[in-house]
């Protein structure tokens, strides 16, 4: 019986360290009894991830690796730690937390992401110790689930570049104020609300930010005042409320979910008033769905539509878009598009319902008799095999030589 070879220990340090940083600190440390040459090297792993998933000793475990770490950063000091991540689910102990987080920020971490689980009650809610907000000066990138901030302290983070916060709770109005003036330098925001105190409307100023995601359940306005703002995605808003005139001239790509009784000529005023807009995504979810959409814009480039959630017909007229070169549709049958102005030739990608019957293949060819533009391209997405057992060779044939021609 032949040994069998070990090639990763044939690899040099720094790539074995690069592939167990992507590994849970709790499978990197057990490593250490490979050998002796793997004895030390997780103290070289410059990534800390911590998942509860009900260890019953999880702050023991936690506690005993940060001492070894801190002892390691002693003596080698090519033992550094930039990234910290705790994930738990059933328990968490905000103690313990605090003192981890300070852990981190003391050794310079750049990378913090915290999530956490819990019943959506107020004590389900961690809240940020001040170590964190005030003291995390090289931090570039933090990614927050179940937490809750408020203006009691003002927040200071001059490296921070991406922040994304799910199922926050912003205690008071000025919390969100002081968290964007605290960050000059960054580009790129992930919000999702739960509660909240903006009753009306939320207002974002920020002259660093480039990508701004928004969800929140609640039918209020936004008011954005982002002069370098490039890509916007925003869900839950009504349309008719969403002011973006301070950053209208810099936005390239926008993302929208159509909720809360949408209204088609605010949707219509809305694009048109971003000069530079390129690419354009809209989702049409029941039951405040869109029945009209009309689409006038000199810069757009691509349109993605998503009806996939509606049974109601849905018309979609392109009345002035001289560089549209591709349209994209996943949904019903019940869409019809016409182009006003046909300056291109579109490339046209659908997904459509998959019920595939007979039935389904009489639809398809309806529904692509009524698509009412000059297409380059028609590629149709299908999910499932059965597709291909149910229709015979005859229909196939018969979609190739309707395509051709069309």
Request: aromatic share 12%; charged share 20%; net charge negative.
């Amino acid at each position: 019986m032949v040994d069998e070879e070990d090639r990763i220990s044939e690899l040099p340090d720094e790539i074995i360290i690069h592939i167990l940083s992507f590994l849970p600190t709790e499978d990197v440390v057990r490593t250490c009894f490979l050998s002796k040459r793997w004895k030390l090297m997780w103290y070289l792993v410059p990534k800390l991830s911590f998942y509860e998933q009900g260890h019953r000793n999880f702050d023991n475990y936690v506690n005993n690796c940060l001492k070894h770490r801190k002892r390691g950063m002693v003596c080698d000091l090519n033992s550094v730690i930039t990234s910290f991540k705790v994930t738990t689910n059933n328990y968490r102990n905000d103690t313990s937390l605090d003192k981890w987080l300070d852990f981190a920020v003391e050794n310079k971490v750049k990378e913090i992401n915290l999530s956490f689980s819990g019943d959506w009650s107020s004590s389900s809610y961690y809240w940020l110790p001040e170590t964190l907000v005030v003291k995390a000066i090289y931090l570039t990138i933090l990614d927050l689930a179940l937490v809750r901030l408020d203006s009691r302290y003002s927040f200071s983070f001059p490296s921070l570049k991406s922040l994304s916060l799910s199922s926050v709770w912003f205690a008071d109005t000025d919390t969100v104020d002081k968290l964007l003036l605290g960050s000059p330098s960054l580009e790129n925001l992930q919000l999702d609300f739960d509660v909240f105190s903006f009753r009306d409307c939320l207002h974002l100023c920020s002259v660093s930010l480039k990508f701004l995601d928004i969800n929140t359940p609640n039918n209020i306005g936004v008011e954005i005042d982002c002069i370098n703002l490039e890509s916007l995605t925003l869900q839950g808003f009504i349309f008719d409320k969403i002011n973006l005139s301070s950053c209208s001239k810099a936005i390239r790509n926008i993302s929208l979910t159509c909720f809360w009784g949408a209204v088609s000529s605010s949707l219509e005023h809305l694009i048109s008033s971003l000069p530079l807009l390129e690419n354009l995504t809209l989702s049409n979810w029941h039951p405040w769905k869109l029945k009209h959409i009309k689409i006038s814009s000199q810069t757009l480039k691509s349109f993605n539509l998503n009806h996939s959630d509606s049974e109601d017909e849905l018309t979609v007229l392109i009345e002035s878009a001289p560089k549209l070169i591709s349209f994209c549709y996943n949904g019903n049958f019940k869409l019809s598009v016409s182009m006003v102005e046909s300056c291109n030739l579109l490339n046209g990608t659908f997904i459509l319902a998959n019920n595939y019957d007979i039935n389904w293949f009489v639809s398809m060819v309806n529904f692509l008799l009524n698509l009412n533009c000059s297409w380059k391209r028609v590629s149709l997405h299908v999910d499932s095999d059965k597709v291909y057992l149910s229709l015979n060779r005859c229909y196939f044939k018969f979609i190739s030589i309707f395509l051709s021609v069309y």
